[in-house]
C-alpha cells in the first residue's frame, strides 16, 4: 500500500478505477511538526479509502497536514476537502486557483467542443462520463495561492516552487536542488504522455508546455515522482521523447489538414491513438472527448506558427493548411 522512496517521503497509490491512468500517485512527505501530502486522487470511495489505509499505515495526523496540489485536475485535487482539517492549509498555483474560482461550467466547455465539430449527440455522454465531472469535489476547497520561487519545508526537504504551464494553465512541480528530486505531477510522465488539451480560441497550451519542457531540461534530477504511473526514468531522456512525440503529432495533423480543411474532431478522427479499439466510431465518448482536446492543442500551435488558418463555416470552425 505505502512505498517509502527515501527518508520522510512517501509513496501511496491511490486508484481511479476504470480510467487508463490506473491510478494518482499521492506523496507525502512527514515532518516532526507538520506534514504534507502532495495530490490527493478523485472524490470517490475508493480513493478516500485507499489514502486513509496509506496514512494510517505510516501514522500521519491529518490535523498536523498541510497538502499541495499540483494542478487543478479532478484527480489530484477533488479527494483534498474530505481530507483537510481546520489547521491545514491547501496550497494550489495561483492560475489554477483563479481558474477554479471563476470556472465557467461544463456548458461553456461542451460549446466550445461543439464548435470545433463535437456531434452534438455525443456531447451529453462525453461530459457525464468524464471524470471530471462525475468525481468533482462537493465543494470548492480554500486554497492558498502559490507563486513562482515559493518554498515549502517539510520533513527535511526545501522544495521550490517551479512554473510548468501547458498541461493546465498553472500546472506547477516542486523541485529540491539539494536532494535533486523533482516532484514532476502530469508535466512529466514515464509510461505515458501527459494529455495537452486546449477548450478556448485563444490559448496555446502546447507551445506553453514545450517551453516549460525546456525548462526543466537543465535542472541536475535524480528522482522524478510523476503524478501517474512508473516513478524510473531519465529526466532529460523523457523530456526529449515527449518533444519528439509532440512534434510528430504536429506532423500528423498537419499532413491531414493537408488533404483538406477539417474541424478538430474530424482531425482527431483520423489520428493515430494509443487505445484498445478497432476504430475512432468506437471509441467510447469521453475518449473522443480528449483526443479532440488535444487536436485542438496541436492545431492551435500550429495556427500560432503560421503554418494553418482557421476560419468559420455554417457556424463551426474549421482549419485548413497554409499553401505556399
Given at each position: 500500500m505505502v512505498e517509502q522512496l527515501s527518508p520522510n517521503l512517501y509513496l501511496i497509490r491511490i486508484p481511479l478505477p476504470g480510467s487508463p491512468l490506473g491510478w494518482?500517485?499521492?506523496?507525502?512527505?512527514?515532518?516532526?511538526?507538520?506534514?504534507?501530502?502532495?495530490?490527493?486522487?478523485?472524490?470517490?470511495?475508493?480513493?478516500?479509502?485507499?489514502?486513509?489505509?496509506?496514512?494510517?499505515?505510516?501514522?500521519?495526523?491529518?490535523?498536523?497536514?498541510?497538502?499541495?496540489?499540483?494542478?487543478?485536475?479532478?484527480?489530484?485535487?477533488?479527494?483534498?476537502?474530505?481530507l483537510v482539517q481546520d489547521s491545514s492549509t491547501i496550497y494550489i498555483n495561483r492560475p489554477d486557483k483563479e481558474y477554479i474560482e471563476n470556472w465557467p461550467g461544463w456548458e461553456a466547455i461542451a460549446g466550445s467542443a461543439g464548435l470545433n465539430g463535437f456531434p452534438a449527440d455525443e456531447l451529453q455522454a462525453a461530459v457525464s462520463n468524464h471524470p471530471g465531472y462525475k468525481y468533482a469535489a462537493d465543494v470548492k476547497p480554500e486554497t492558498s495561492a502559490v507563486d513562482e520561487g515559493d518554498t515549502f519545508r517539510y520533513g527535511g526537504y526545501c522544495f521550490r516552487a517551479l512554473a510548468t504551464p501547458g498541461h493546465t494553465r498553472g500546472h506547477t512541480c516542486l523541485y529540491e536542488p539539494a536532494k535533486k528530486v523533482l516532484v514532476s505531477g502530469d508535466h512529466i510522465l514515464f509510461d505515458i504522455t501527459p494529455n495537452i488539451t486546449c477548450w478556448t480560441q485563444e490559448e496555446n497550451p502546447l507551445k506553453s508546455y514545450i517551453a516549460s519542457l525546456d525548462r526543466i531540461y537543465g535542472l541536475p534530477v535524480d528522482l522524478v515522482l510523476p503524478g501517474h504511473r512508473g516513478l524510473s526514468g531519465d529526466c532529460r531522456k523523457r523530456i526529449t521523447e515527449l518533444k519528439g512525440h509532440h512534434q510528430s503529432r504536429l506532423e500528423e495533423a498537419l499532413s491531414i489538414l493537408k488533404q483538406g480543411p477539417k474541424s478538430a474532431y474530424e482531425v482527431a478522427s483520423m489520428m493515430t491513438w494509443d487505445i484498445d479499439c478497432d476504430s475512432w466510431e468506437a471509441f467510447p465518448a469521453s475518449q473522443k472527448w480528449f483526443a479532440t482536446g488535444e487536436a485542438i492543442a496541436h492545431l492551435r500551435y500550429l495556427e500560432d506558427s503560421g503554418q494553418v488558418f482557421r476560419e468559420t463555416k455554417a457556424g463551426f470552425i474549421v482549419f485548413a493548411a497554409c499553401h505556399g
Amino acid at each position: 500500500m505505502v512505498e517509502q522512496l527515501s527518508p520522510n517521503l512517501y509513496l501511496i497509490r491511490i486508484p481511479l478505477p476504470g480510467s487508463p491512468l490506473g491510478w494518482v500517485n499521492s506523496y507525502v512527505i512527514k515532518g516532526l511538526d507538520r506534514n504534507l501530502i502532495i495530490d490527493t486522487g478523485l472524490n470517490r470511495r475508493e480513493c478516500l479509502e485507499a489514502m486513509q489505509a496509506g496514512l494510517g499505515e505510516i501514522e500521519v495526523d491529518l490535523k498536523r497536514t498541510d497538502f499541495y496540489i499540483t494542478h487543478m485536475h479532478t484527480d489530484h485535487i477533488a479527494l483534498a476537502p474530505r481530507l483537510v482539517q481546520d489547521s491545514s492549509t491547501i496550497y494550489i498555483n495561483r492560475p489554477d486557483k483563479e481558474y477554479i474560482e471563476n470556472w465557467p461550467g461544463w456548458e461553456a466547455i461542451a460549446g466550445s467542443a461543439g464548435l470545433n465539430g463535437f456531434p452534438a449527440d455525443e456531447l451529453q455522454a462525453a461530459v457525464s462520463n468524464h471524470p471530471g465531472y462525475k468525481y468533482a469535489a462537493d465543494v470548492k476547497p480554500e486554497t492558498s495561492a502559490v507563486d513562482e520561487g515559493d518554498t515549502f519545508r517539510y520533513g527535511g526537504y526545501c522544495f521550490r516552487a517551479l512554473a510548468t504551464p501547458g498541461h493546465t494553465r498553472g500546472h506547477t512541480c516542486l523541485y529540491e536542488p539539494a536532494k535533486k528530486v523533482l516532484v514532476s505531477g502530469d508535466h512529466i510522465l514515464f509510461d505515458i504522455t501527459p494529455n495537452i488539451t486546449c477548450w478556448t480560441q485563444e490559448e496555446n497550451p502546447l507551445k506553453s508546455y514545450i517551453a516549460s519542457l525546456d525548462r526543466i531540461y537543465g535542472l541536475p534530477v535524480d528522482l522524478v515522482l510523476p503524478g501517474h504511473r512508473g516513478l524510473s526514468g531519465d529526466c532529460r531522456k523523457r523530456i526529449t521523447e515527449l518533444k519528439g512525440h509532440h512534434q510528430s503529432r504536429l506532423e500528423e495533423a498537419l499532413s491531414i489538414l493537408k488533404q483538406g480543411p477539417k474541424s478538430a474532431y474530424e482531425v482527431a478522427s483520423m489520428m493515430t491513438w494509443d487505445i484498445d479499439c478497432d476504430s475512432w466510431e468506437a471509441f467510447p465518448a469521453s475518449q473522443k472527448w480528449f483526443a479532440t482536446g488535444e487536436a485542438i492543442a496541436h492545431l492551435r500551435y500550429l495556427e500560432d506558427s503560421g503554418q494553418v488558418f482557421r476560419e468559420t463555416k455554417a457556424g463551426f470552425i474549421v482549419f485548413a493548411a497554409c499553401h505556399g
